[in-house]
């Protein structure tokens, strides 16, 4: 290798949105071939929230999907890695869907790989070992891509059942809370008080107006004793009876 090799070169070629093996000069690819069978050394910095961002963390490992299988040793090393950084976004990062997203690329070069090498055997009649080794590897991703994508509609299907439970959890943690029961017990009782007094103020007015009406209609009785004139006793009788019933007494 012409130049010594640097980590954070190679992570921030990893990082690199635009990433494309193929625009790379012979020392970049010399480096990032160094790293990529040297996972010890940079997988403490991809799991670092101080030094790798989530976003940057995924776009690594979509990065490395990109070539793999040459990358197979370093990718295999973050799959088990058993690390679960807490970003300040307060999201996980999920590997599998990562890598899937940056094996569509890989499968893309895979085919124009393929392509090319059965134009060369067309052409030279035999391949070298090396070269059959290496499509044979290539053709093998086949079984690795619908393997890796049985395991992540496994680990959706566990994500969406640790998420209804977690919802579940919450949901009995607030119903059992003493002091939010509590505090809801005295809500009630208020409002117990504050309809109690409101019932006790409209009987009292029912039972005002209620006694009201008895004295008026005590009072016209009273006239109706007095009056000698006909007329006047009908107009008085016929106000009682516009009274209400439960005021006649």
Do not use: C
Not at 93 to 119: C, H, M, N, P, W
Not at 125 to 134: A, I, N, P, S
């Amino acid at each position: 290798m012409a130049v010594e090799p640097n980590k954070e070169n190679f992570l921030a070629q990893m990082k690199d949105a635009d990433f494309d093996i193929s625009q790379l000069d012979a020392d970049a690819m010399q480096e990032i071939f160094w790293y990529l069978n040297r996972p010890a050394e940079v997988l403490g910095d991809v799991f670092d929230k101080n030094k790798t961002s989530r976003r940057e963390a995924e776009q690594i490992i979509k990065n490395l999907a990109k070539i793999y299988p040459l990358s197979r040793e370093i990718v295999l090393a973050i799959m088990s890695n058993s690390r679960s950084p807490q970003y300040s976004d307060g999201k996980k990062i999920y590997r599998d869907a990562a890598f899937l997203e940056g094996f569509d690329v890989a499968e893309k070069v895979k085919q124009e790989i393929l392509s090319t090498l059965k134009d060369i055997e067309d052409r030279v009649v035999l391949l070298t070992k090396d070269t059959r080794d290496y499509r044979q590897s290539l053709e093998n991703l086949k079984s690795d891509r619908q393997r890796l994508e049985r395991a992540a509609a496994d680990l959706d299907k566990l994500r969406n059942e640790r998420n209804r439970l977690e919802r579940e959890v919450e949901k009995l943690r607030e119903d059992t809370d003493e002091k939010k029961l509590q505090s809801k017990i005295d809500e009630l009782n208020v409002e117990i008080q504050r309809l109690e007094g409101k019932k006790r103020r409209h009987n009292a007015d029912v039972e005002e107006k209620s006694r009201r009406i008895n004295e008026l209609e005590a009072e016209l009785q009273a006239l109706e004793k007095n009056i000698d004139n006909e007329e006047e006793i009908r107009l008085i009788r016929e106000l009682l009876r516009k009274f209400p019933a439960d005021a006649e007494g």
